[in-house]
């Protein structure tokens, strides 16, 4: 399957606890897209790489949040002090340059926080 | 901020009927508005994209609509199968922002 990965597919944890989360894009996507998706909302943006650079990150990355891409390729999210209202579904998405708004997305980490 | 929203959250379509789902947007320098089916458990996929400077744009049983007057765009599903029961967001390309979503159910 050359889609969309992520890992785990679902995660329960305690407040407070720190969480990572980690997409593998489809290979030759040079682009990498974090959202979060509550139940009956849309996704919301997080933020995106190209290769290895984050190039924007939404307000509702707080400092707990951090992502990384570190070799352009996997990536990974990474909650700090998890709180109740983090619980959502986390999306990664991956789309090539030249078709930058036809994103491919994976099935998502489930994150209940209790 | 830049909202992108649908008019009715569900809707309900006889198998073999057009379906036609609505989206409203607000953002006028948006050069792109993308519309995805997400299916239960599953992440979103793409369906169609249609750029700024375009009013229409055909997919396989698919048709975007894209009034830039009154900021409005549409998708119409022909012959509606149950395979397309399924929430249908509409995106704005220019910052990532999606709407809410519209849940279709398709009856026998």
């Known amino acids: 399957d050359t889609g969309v990965s992520q890992d785990p597919r679902h995660k329960i944890t305690k407040r407070g606890q720190n969480v990572t989360f980690r997409c593998d894009p489809i290979s030759e996507h040079n682009r990498l897209y974090w959202y979060r998706q509550t139940l009956g909302q849309g996704p919301e943006f997080l933020t995106y790489f190209q290769n290895e650079a984050q190039l924007e990150k939404s307000r509702l990355l707080s400092d707990r949040f951090s992502a990384e891409r570190p070799k352009g390729s996997f990536s990974t999210l990474e909650i700090q002090r998890t709180e109740q209202g983090d619980s959502a579904m986390y999306l990664c998405a991956s789309s090539s340059w030249t078709r930058e708004y036809e994103q491919y997305f994976g099935p998502g980490t489930r994150l209940t926080v209790t | 901020g830049e909202s992108v929203g649908l008019h009715l959250p569900t809707l309900s379509v006889q198998e073999g009927d057009n379906s036609i789902i609505n989206c409203a947007y607000s953002?006028?320098?948006?050069?792109?508005f993308i519309w995805y089916k997400q299916e239960s458990g599953k992440g979103p996929q793409f369906i169609i994209d249609i750029r700024s400077n375009m009013d229409k744009r055909q997919g396989q049983r698919v048709t975007v609509l894209l009034n830039k007057t009154v900021k409005h765009l549409s998708l119409q599903i022909a012959a509606t199968q149950p395979g397309d029961s399924a929430v249908y967001f509409c995106a704005s390309g220019q910052n990532f922002v999606f709407g809410p979503g519209t849940r279709l159910s398709v009856l026998p």
């Open positions: 953002n006028s320098a948006s050069d792109y």
